[in-house]
Every structure is written in C-alpha cells, then in structure tokens.
C-alpha cells in the first residue's frame, strides 16, 4: 500500500509542477515570439560630427508600444525599438515587464534629443519622463548611449521620423 501512496503522490506532485510552468510560461515568463514589428535602420549623427547605426523595431501602434521590449532576456547593442507617436507629446516610459537594462533616449519633432535617461532599471515601474514634448522615444540596451556618445542635440534620422530626414 506505501508503495500506491508513495506513486500518486509522486505522480501529482509532478503533474503539479508540470501546470505550474505551464501557467508561468503563459503568464510571459518565458522568450516571446519574434516581434512582427518592421525593422529600420536608424542614424545618429551626434554633435561632434560622429554617426552611428542602429537597427530597430519600429513601434507605431498602441499596442506595438504597450508590448514593447517587454519580457526579452537579452538586447544587442546594435539593437533597439523606436516609439514613433503621432504628435508632440510629453511622455513617460516605465520598465514594467521589461527584463534588460535599457537607455531610453526621447527625440523631439525636428529629430534631435530632448533628453537621455541611462541605465533603467529592470522591472521599476517608475515613470521616466521626456523634458518637453517629443515625437519618438529610442529604447537600446543599457550602456549604449554613452558607447555612442548620444546626448541632448544628437540628431536621429530615420524613415520613421521624417522630420529628421536629411535635406538633400
């Protein structure tokens, strides 16, 4: 008989924890799907004269912005996600859900930085504000905007930003 007590208990307890990473799985725990979001190349030219290249997702939709790097377990540093909004706007980004350090970097409508929030945390739900109205905000991994010397008056050129596009 211990041993018919000693099997179910075996097998529930196992059949327990099977459901318990099924439901943590479902709940986000785990690497989404890749992101169905288009990919752009972006460009910072930074007042120094000096450009770089990123290649980001393009967040357009509300939903795209809700989601947006949330529950990702790693970032290249050549990598990121533009939020592109239809107007001049304050806003504010927050970390909830989103697992990798990040710089976030906000642009106003002619192109150039407002202003550069280094090293959010992951999971901090507190609010980290643009100073002033902007018209995009650029999330890259944690470090970077430093590595790119990225400051306020960098220019970020991109299709998604046409007011940044260069006049030729």
């Known amino acids: 008989m211990n041993k018919?007590?000693?099997f179910f208990t075996s097998f529930f307890l196992l059949l327990g924890l099977m459901i318990f990473s099924n439901t943590a799985y479902a709940l986000g725990n785990a690497?989404?799907?890749p992101s169905?979001?288009?990919i752009e190349k972006l460009t910072i030219t930074n007042p120094d004269g000096s450009t770089h290249e990123l290649y980001?997702?393009?967040a357009k939709t509300p939903q795209q912005q809700e989601d947006g790097l949330m529950y990702r377990t790693h970032l290249d540093a050549d990598k990121g996600m533009l939020f592109v909004f239809p107007?001049?706007?304050?806003?504010?980004?927050?970390m909830k859900n989103t697992l990798v350090p990040l710089d976030m970097v906000?642009?106003?409508?002619?192109?150039?930085?407002?202003n550069v929030h280094a090293g959010a945390k992951p999971l901090d739900l507190t609010p980290v504000p643009s100073a002033g109205p902007v018209v995009?905000?650029?999330?890259?991994?944690?470090?970077?905007?430093?590595v790119l010397g990225l400051q306020k008056g960098s220019l970020i050129q991109s299709t998604s930003l046409p007011a940044a596009m260069p006049k030729h």
């Open 106 to 114: 906000f642009i106003r409508a002619d192109g150039r930085v407002a």
């Open 31 to 33: 690497e989404p799907a």
């Open 36 to 38: 169905s979001m288009p």
């Open 136 to 146: 995009a905000g650029l999330e890259i991994k944690a470090g970077q905007a430093q």
């Open 56 to 58: 980001v997702e393009v």
């Open 87 to 94: 107007g001049p706007n304050q806003i504010s980004f927050w």
């Open 4 to 6: 018919i007590v000693c």
